[in-house]
Structures are given as C-alpha cells and as structure tokens.
T-cell receptor, first 116, second 110 residues
Framework: EPEVTQTPSHQVTQMGQEVILRCVPISNHLYFYWYRQILGQKVEFLVSFYNNEISEKSEIFDDQFSVERPDGSNFTLKIRSTKLEDSAMYFC??????????????FGPGTRLTVT | KNEVEQSPQNLTAQEGEFITINCSYSVGISALHWLQQHPGGGIVSLFMLSSGKKKHGRLIATINIQEKHSSLHITASHPRDSAVYICAAQYGGATNKLIFGTGTLLAVQP
C-alpha cells in the first residue's frame, strides 16, 4: 500500500542552524501539508502546498519557514534559523483529490526535531 | 475561531468494554476526521465523514451536523486499542486543512 515517507526520523540540531525535513508524498497525490506537534500539545497546521505554491499558511509559518517541491517527488520543509521552540514532531501529509469533502489526508510517520 | 473540543482527555477501560469518545466543533466543516496516534508518534487515519455513520471492524464513527458533534465508538475494546484518538475538523476553502482536537488518551487494561 502506498505511504508517505519522511526523513530523517529524528533530527538533532543546535539553535540557529538550518534544518531541512524531507517528505515523499504518495505519488499521485496533488496536495501537500506540513503539521507539527509540540510534545504534549495538539497537532497544528503549518502550511499547505498545491500546484507548486503555498495555498495557505498558519501564523506559525513565519519567514523562518519555507517549503519546496524541488523534483516532483520530494516535499521539503526548511527552517532557516532554528529556535528552541521549534522542537516538535513534524508531520507531512498528502491528499489526492479535490472535492467538497476534500479527500482523505495520508500522514507520514513524522520527524522528531530537537533543537538544543 | 475554528476550534475542536474532545472529551474525555483520558480514558481507562477494561478489556471488552464499549468505549465512546466525543468531539464537538465550533463552526461548519466540510468533513470530520478521526485519527489514531500511537506512542511512537505516527498518525493513522481511521475515518473521514461528513454525515451519518461509518463502521470499520470494531470502530464506529458518527456525526451529527446539526449539533456539530461526532463520536467514536470502540466495541469489545482490547489492550491493542490503547492509543491517543484525535478528532480533526476539515474546513473548506482553498486547502481543506485540518484543525485538530487535543486527543483522548485511551488505555485498555486486560
């Protein structure tokens, strides 16, 4: 069964460093999302991406964040200068179709980012 | 503001018990999702529904659009059902982003 994959599973970085989290969505999917979950808190929407551009972003997704689909298969989230409060689990999700119901989102296993 | 509320936050049950987790949302949605999160952190989608009821094995999800309320039921619960169950509201617009509830931590004891 097709699945969303994410690498790395765990990333440790120092404050101020840049990190790139990678996702490979399901191959025929068209809509891509990043969510994050700070330990002990609920999952929060960061950004959605369609047709090679951001379609919506949350207040969390400030200028330190960027997303890219560089090669038609990978979908990346970059944090330019990490802060301690960026430590969280980051989930990628993808979705196939657009409809009134929106289609089901398939989640990757997550990347745990630890900023020290 | 789009919000999703779940109850209870924590639930302990004995194996075999019937379990209900509730979810309410504040404004109109295009669909309601139920997801499962295991201790390792991964999220699995259980149901997406916009009306009525869906059943998959021992899991049943219902939604009442008028009351802005959904429930997830687990029949004949088993220790392997122990996980965090999350409801997420899907709103319309350009992206169909999900707004997540805080989750219900379920522990089923043998």
């Amino acid at each position: 069964e097709p699945e969303v994959t994410q690498t790395p599973s765990h990333q440790v970085t120092q404050m101020g460093q840049e990190v790139i989290l990678r996702c490979v969505p399901i191959s025929n999917h068209l809509y891509f999302y990043w969510y994050r979950q700070i330990l002990g808190q609920k999952v929060e929407f960061l950004v959605s991406f369609y047709n090679n551009e951001i379609s919506e972003k949350s207040e969390i997704f400030d200028d330190q964040f960027s997303v890219e689909r560089p090669d038609g298969s990978n979908f990346t989230l970059k944090i330019r200068s990490t802060k301690l409060e960026d430590s969280a689990m980051y989930f990628c999700a993808s979705k196939a179709i657009w409809s009134g119901l929106g289609g089901e989102q398939y989640f990757g296993p997550g990347t745990r980012l630890t900023v020290t | 503001k789009n919000e999703v509320e779940q109850s209870p936050q924590n639930l302990t049950a004995q194996e075999g018990e019937f379990i209900t987790i509730n979810c309410s949302y504040s404004v109109g949605i295009s669909a309601l999702h139920w997801l499962q999160q295991h201790p390792g952190g991964g999220i699995v989608s259980l149901f997406m529904l916009s009306s009525g009821k869906k059943k998959h094995g021992r899991l049943i999800a219902t939604i009442n659009i008028q009351e802005k309320h959904s429930s997830l039921h687990i029949t004949a619960s088993h220790p392997r059902d122990s996980a965090v169950y999350i409801c997420a509201a899907q709103y319309g617009g350009a992206t169909n982003k999900l707004i997540f509830g805080t989750g219900t931590l379920l522990a089923v004891q043998p």
